[in-house]
T-cell receptor, first 115, second 109 residues
Framework: DTGVSQNPRHKITKRGQNVTFRCDPI?????LYWYRQTLGQGPEFLTY????????KSRLLSDRFSAERPKGSFSTLEIQRTEQGDSAMYLC?????????????FGSGTQLSVL | SQQGEEDPQALSIQEGENATMNCSYK?????LQWYRQNSGRGLVHLIL?????REKHSGRLRVTLDTSKKSSSLLITASRAADTASYFC?????????FGTGTRLTIIP
C-alpha cells in the first residue's frame, strides 16, 4: 500500500499522559500536514512541513503540542499533558509540489480519546 | 477557524436522484477543492477547480465556482448508496487548505 499511513488508529489515554502519533506520507511527497477534526466539524489545520522544515503552526497548536519531521520523511505529533479537550481525530495528509493549495492525500487518522 | 461553510448541513435523497451541495467562503482563493469522508475515515480528494475556471466535470460530479459570489456547488448525479458520506469544500486563502463544516449526505436505497 503506497498511501498515507497513520499509527495508531486508536489511542485511549488518561488525562495528563503524553501521547505520540506517527504519520508516514507517500514517499515522493515533500509536504506533510496535520489536521484535527472533532465530531461534526471539518478538519482544522494544525501545522505543515515542507521537507523537514516546519513552515506554519496554527494558533490552535498550544505549547503542549509538538510536531517533527526528521529527514523530511515520516512525522510525529506529540501531545504532552493531555486534556479531555484534546479528544479528536488527528489526520495527516501529504502532497507533492510547491503550488499553493495542492491536492492532499489523507491517512485514515488517529482517533484520540482522553479519559 | 473555518473558511468555508457548506449548505445544507445534512441532505437525504433517494438513490438515483441528484444531490446538490453548496459552499460559501470568505476570502479570495487560488483554488477550491471538494473532498469526501466516509464515517471514521480520512478524506478523499474528489475534484479541484481553479479560480479562473467556472465549471468542471469528473464522472458523475459537476463543480461550479462563482468567485464574484465566493461560492461553489457540487452536484452528484444519479446518486448511489456508496455516495453516503460527508462532503467538504476546501479553499486556499494562503498556503494551506482550509475546510468547511461539511454536508452530511445520506442516500436512501
Amino acid at each position: 500500500d503506497t498511501g498515507v499511513s497513520q499509527n495508531p488508529r486508536h489511542k485511549i489515554t488518561k488525562r495528563g499522559q503524553n501521547v505520540t502519533f506517527r504519520c508516514d506520507p507517500i514517499s515522493e511527497h515533500n509536504r506533510l500536514y496535520w489536521y484535527r477534526q472533532t465530531l461534526g466539524q471539518g478538519p482544522e489545520f494544525l501545522t505543515y512541513f515542507q521537507n523537514e522544515a516546519q513552515l506554519e503552526k496554527s494558533r490552535l497548536l498550544s505549547d503542549r503540542f509538538s510536531a517533527e519531521r526528521p529527514k523530511g520523511s515520516f512525522s510525529t505529533l506529540e501531545i504532552q499533558r493531555t486534556e479531555q479537550g484534546d479528544s479528536a481525530m488527528y489526520l495527516c495528509a501529504s502532497s507533492f509540489g510547491g503550488d499553493r493549495g495542492p491536492k492532499l492525500f489523507f491517512g485514515s487518522g488517529t482517533q484520540l480519546s482522553v479519559l | 477557524s473555518q473558511q468555508g461553510e457548506e449548505d445544507p448541513q445534512a441532505l437525504s435523497i433517494q438513490e438515483g436522484e441528484n444531490a446538490t451541495m453548496n459552499c460559501s467562503y470568505k476570502t479570495s482563493i487560488n483554488n477550491l477543492q471538494w473532498y469526501r469522508q466516509n464515517s471514521g475515515r480520512g478524506l478523499v480528494h474528489l475534484i479541484l477547480i481553479r479560480s479562473n475556471e467556472r465549471e468542471k466535470h469528473s464522472g458523475r460530479l459537476r463543480v461550479t465556482l462563482d468567485t464574484s459570489k465566493k461560492s461553489s456547488s457540487l452536484l452528484i448525479t444519479a446518486s448511489r448508496a456508496a455516495d453516503t458520506a460527508s462532503y467538504f469544500c476546501a479553499t486556499v486563502p494562503n498556503e494551506k487548505l482550509t475546510f468547511g463544516t461539511g454536508t452530511r449526505l445520506t442516500i436512501i436505497p
